[in-house]
């Protein structure tokens, strides 16, 4: 039982969306699967608390989530959840992991257990592929991770940077359109036809010889043709499954406008629907947004302007 002496601590915890910009290797054709490059974003938050006492009338699906983490504690409690915020779900933004995350890492504090990202993670079946949003959550910024070998439970971070503070995203979200997940994900996966082998190779030599050098330098039109590149090798494999390059048809427009206008760092983050374009300044971004609005004003589109976080979630307990 817990202490009367802890019985009024609450534990608050808040996370951020990514931007999963793409994998690196879907040959298919070496022992480690997969490895990919994310960003930390500070448009989309996560935010909750977590306190003693009976559960409340908080979601059903927020519900079952805490319950599940509790069965793999040895501590007895009740524990109340409050959620402030939630990043939209199914968009690509990382949503599911961020949340799971926030959940385990708050209930692990209040009772007294250590916040290991990667151990809730694999508590809640999270990093099944990529371990960017696990990463994002520990440590923010851009990152690097090792994709799946024969025995990893969560893919491990290779790299991590801080990302150009003035380089920002200009994100193109479609109205009620959600991305391929849950068991549709799965199958996907399944069925998708791989990449050669020479093209794998040539992308990760692409990433890992100008894209990482260019960040480092903050050489931005180097770094946004790189992501470009990764975002072309994803959206051939995965067009098959989502319809297309990209999965919202209104994202498709603004993207085939903005090559044609000579932008190369622009994609769809994960299954979409949210497509973006990398932008060198808020200005230059805020600008197109606004060019954009007008020229696809009969699109059901929403347009967000989002920097990098180079930091991890926020926690903190309260007594």
């Not at 951020?16 to 938050?45: P, Y």
């Not at 050489?219 to 919202?248: I, M």
Request: glycine share 12%; aromatic share 8%.
């Amino acid at each position: 039982m817990i202490s009367g002496l802890f019985s009024d601590r609450s534990v608050s915890v808040t996370t951020f969306g990514r931007l999963h910009l793409g994998f690196f290797d879907l040959s298919q054709q070496s022992i480690r699967r997969f490895g990919s490059m994310g960003v930390s974003i500070d448009a989309f938050q996560t935010s909750l608390t977590a306190s003693f006492g009976t559960l409340g009338n908080e979601l059903p699906w927020l519900n079952a989530l805490l319950q599940r983490h509790l069965q793999g504690l040895t501590t007895p409690a009740e524990v109340r959840l409050q959620l402030h915020q939630a990043i939209p779900r199914h968009g690509g933004l990382g949503s599911g992991t961020q949340m799971a995350l926030a959940v385990g890492a708050a209930v692990n504090s209040l009772l007294g257990y250590s916040v290991n990202p990667a151990e809730i993670a694999a508590r809640h079946d999270r990093g099944g592929r990529s371990g960017i949003g696990i990463a994002t959550f520990a440590h923010g910024g851009l990152i690097l991770d090792g994709g799946k070998g024969p025995a990893t439970v969560v893919p491990p971070m290779l790299a991590r940077y801080a990302f150009p503070d003035k380089w920002c995203f200009l994100l193109m979200m479609q109205t009620g359109l959600v991305g391929v997940h849950g068991l549709q994900e799965k199958t996907a996966f399944q069925q998708l036809k791989p990449h050669t082998l020479a093209e794998t190779q040539a992308l990760a030599h692409q990433v890992l010889m100008h894209g990482l050098p260019a960040l480092q330098e903050q050489d931005f039109e180097v770094f946004a043709a790189v992501v470009g590149a990764l975002q072309d090798y994803n959206g051939t494999y995965f067009a098959s499954a989502q319809g297309g390059r990209y999965a919202s048809p209104a994202v498709t427009q603004v993207i085939t406008y903005l090559k044609q206008q000579g932008h190369v760092g622009l994609g769809q983050t994960s299954w979409g629907p949210t497509g973006f374009v990398m932008m060198p300044t808020r200005a230059s971004a805020h600008a197109l947004k606004e060019q954009l609005l007008i020229r696809f004003s009969s699109l059901d589109l929403d347009y967000h302007i989002v920097h990098a976080v180079n930091h991890g979630a926020l926690l903190s307990i309260h007594d």
